[in-house]
T-cell receptor, first 113, second 108 residues
Framework: GAGVSQSPRYKVAKRGQDVALRCDPI?????LFWYQQALGQGPEFLTY????????KSGLPSDRFFAERPEGSVSTLKIQRTQQEDSAVYLC???????????FGQGTRLTVV | KNEVEQSPQNLTAQEGEFITINCSYS?????LHWLQQHPGGGIVSLFM???GKKKHGRLIATINIQEKHSSLHITASHPRDSAVYIC??????????FGGGTRVLVKP
């Protein structure tokens, strides 16, 4: 596709369940970002990849959050033992390189019940 | 303390009015994104600018580097412009720091 694609669009998880969120960036984009957006708030940075290297994971809120991009293209954000406070929209963005415009996916709305 | 501050938080306008959203940012931010987010939708990048002014259709974005301030203007506003507008600063490490967003409602 032409844009950043995220799946699933919506995910409902029971508390304690593990979830995996997928991001397909624009083909050829080197940089990939994950953001978390709680209801009514602006997005907050989670982690950043340049190709397959995770250069910054300072925004991951706990060790239950794990992200990977093994081949430098598709990325997966995994949340283990989900908690209610994990409920948010998870946004993925990609850009061709540093100092270039970022393109965002539609997001995955995670609801933990 | 957030490095990017937006105002106002909410804005209601009548169709046709000129709208301005302001964004102030701190030292260390090298470029500003203006983004649009519709309810239930993803984020669309409107502009990225590090100096001067950019225009696209009825949207105009300006940035004053010395004052660390940027504005997004919507001319001849239309109900379809109703959305949340977010400014985001690009800092070291290439990550974005987001403002809290401005919820714009344009009434017909």
């Amino acid at each position: 596709g032409a844009g950043v694609s995220q799946s699933p669009r919506y995910k409902v998880a029971k508390r304690g369940q593990d979830v995996a969120l997928r991001c397909d960036p624009i083909s050829g984009h080197v940089s990939l970002f994950w953001y978390q957006q709680a209801l009514g708030q602006g997005p907050e940075f989670l982690t950043y990849f340049q190709n397959e290297a995770q250069l910054d994971k300072s925004g991951l809120p706990s060790d239950r959050f794990f992200a990977e991009r093994p081949e430098g293209s598709v990325s997966t954000l995994k949340i283990q033992r989900t908690q209610q406070e994990d409920s948010a929209v998870y946004l993925c963005a990609s850009s061709s390189f540093m100092n270039t415009e970022a393109f965002f996916g539609q997001g995955t709305r995670l609801t933990v019940v | 303390k957030n490095e990017v501050e937006q105002s106002p938080q909410n804005l209601t306008a009548q169709e046709g009015e000129f709208i301005t959203i302001n964004c102030s940012y701190s030292v260390g931010i090298s470029a500003l994104h203006w983004l649009q987010q519709h309810p239930g939708g993803g984020i669309v990048s409107l502009f990225m600018l590090s100096s001067g002014k950019k225009k696209h259709g009825r949207l105009i974005a300006t940035i004053n580097i010395q004052e660390k301030h940027s504005s997004l203007h919507i001319t001849a506003s239309h109900p379809r412009d109703s959305a949340v507008y977010i400014c985001a600063g690009k800092a070291a490490g290439n990550k974005l720091t987001f403002g809290g967003g401005t919820r714009v409602l344009v009434k017909p």
